[in-house]
């Protein structure tokens, strides 16, 4: 359990998930990591703890560097569990240090735990902390991820250490991005930072646009961005120019279709308008989600240009496992994409028609009024439903290149 050197007297103390596949309903098919940092200076400082159950692996590492009853500072970035969850365990052995992080922070703790002897210190935005050759600027990053959150640079080495923000579900033997891409894939990388940012950041676009904007106005400038999950970047400015990316829209021109199904029907169609979308030379994913978990759907749908729904009609509602991902969609306020719905109807009908109004509501770009069959489509509606394929594939391809 040893600690691994970000720079010179800066340390990753941290632990690796190999095992989490359910992070509060988020599925985390790759684990994850919960990253904290010890920077040995004058005053040593620990930056962030860990989920509870891996306050001791943390502590291991810390004191393979110093006595933990040694450490001047210990600073509180973000209080959601995976990270203030070990803090009562780690303070334990640290009595009376001084604890920085905002009042919201503050606020958040003391409902979590028993803060009685915590020191709380109160930080916001452009407060600084020198704790010897180092200074500690602190900035407040509120809704990224939670209210409290706030991230730390250190301005001599232009480490930022930024919880949530850039991070990554994914438990890897390598701690940097570049180690992590030789042994796996740049792909692979990528694609987790999508997943992260569309399941736990996407609401929050335009305040991660404001932030990154803020940084420069306080002289932030990283050389190395050490978020609290996932590697570390050692190439900064290829995962702020991601954020960028995802703040402007940017996606891949592509279409995914998202379904589930109830007696094969409403599969017929999406087979039928995959095909559609295919010869139409549109790169085409299709997500059936009772196979596969709403949190993966979310990142196809994010990472895709063009969404069509599908659901049959059961009791005159949307299909519940299409409504679940719906809610859980509309809550992450997706933007720039079109979309539209499918699905077979017995008699009644009114899911596609519900699912349209969905998206309009969420007002994404919508394409037609989407298309239905009444029970098994025959061949003329599979016909159609190809065809309602092409021009979807069409009408998004158009819509992409607003984003060019
Ligand atoms: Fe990794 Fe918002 O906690």
């Not at 359910?22 to 940092?37: C, L, V």
């Not at 409902?111 to 020191?119: A, I, L, M």
């Not at 602190?138 to 991070?167: A, C, N």
Request: charged fraction near 25%.
């Amino acid at each position: 359990m040893k600690p691994v050197e970000l720079k010179p007297g800066i340390f990753w103390v941290g632990a690796v998930d190999w095992a989490i596949r359910d992070f509060h309903g988020y599925m985390t098919p790759k684990g994850s990591t919960y990253n904290n940092y010890l920077v040995l200076d004058d005053e040593p400082t620990l930056l962030d703890g860990v989920k509870a159950e891996f306050a001791d692996v943390s502590l291991t590492r810390i004191k393979a560097l110093i006595e933990p009853g040694k450490i001047k500072h210990l600073i509180v970035n973000h209080i959601e569990p995976d990270h203030g969850g070990g803090l009562p365990a780690i303070l334990a052995l640290m009595p009376g240090v001084p604890l920085y992080c905002t009042e919201k922070g503050r606020k958040g703790l003391q409902k979590f735990h028993d803060v009685s002897r915590w020191d709380f210190h109160i930080v916001k935005t452009g407060d600084t902390l020198k704790i010897g050759k180092r200074t500690l600027l602190f900035v407040e990053t509120p809704m990224i991820h939670w209210p409290d959150s706030m991230m730390t640079y250190i301005k001599e080495d232009r480490v930022l250490i930024s919880q949530d923000g850039f991070g990554q579900h994914l438990a890897s033997t390598q701690r940097f991005d570049d180690e992590f891409i030789e042994c796996a894939s740049e792909a692979l990388l990528t694609e987790y930072m999508w997943d992260y940012y569309a399941n736990i950041l996407m609401p929050f676009g335009t305040v991660i646009k404001a932030k990154l904007d803020e940084f420069g106005k306080l002289g932030v400038d990283p050389v190395m961005i050490a978020p609290d999950h996932g590697v570390i970047w050692r190439n900064p400015q290829k995962a702020i120019g991601m954020y960028r990316d995802m703040i402007e829209g940017k996606c891949h021109e592509r279409v995914v279709i998202i379904y589930d199904s109830m007696w094969g029907n409403t599969g017929k169609l999406a087979q039928a308008i995959t095909e559609g979308i295919t010869d139409e030379g549109m790169d085409c994913r299709v997500i059936k989600l009772r196979q596969c978990p709403a949190s993966e759907a979310v990142k196809e749908f994010w990472m895709a240009r063009g969404s069509l729904l599908g659901t049959p009609t059961l009791n005159n509602k949307i299909f519940h496992y299409v409504a679940q991902f719906l809610a859980y969609l509309e809550g992450l306020k997706p933007k720039n994409r079109i979309a539209s719905a499918f699905g077979s109807y017995g008699w009644g009908g009114g899911a596609v028609r519900d699912a349209v109004q969905k998206f309009r509501d969420m007002k994404l770009e919508i394409f037609e009024e989407g298309f239905e069959a009444n029970y098994r489509p025959d061949a003329g509606e599979e016909q159609g439903a190809y065809d309602f394929g092409r021009r979807f594939a069409q009408a998004a391809r158009e819509y992409h290149k607003r984003f060019a």
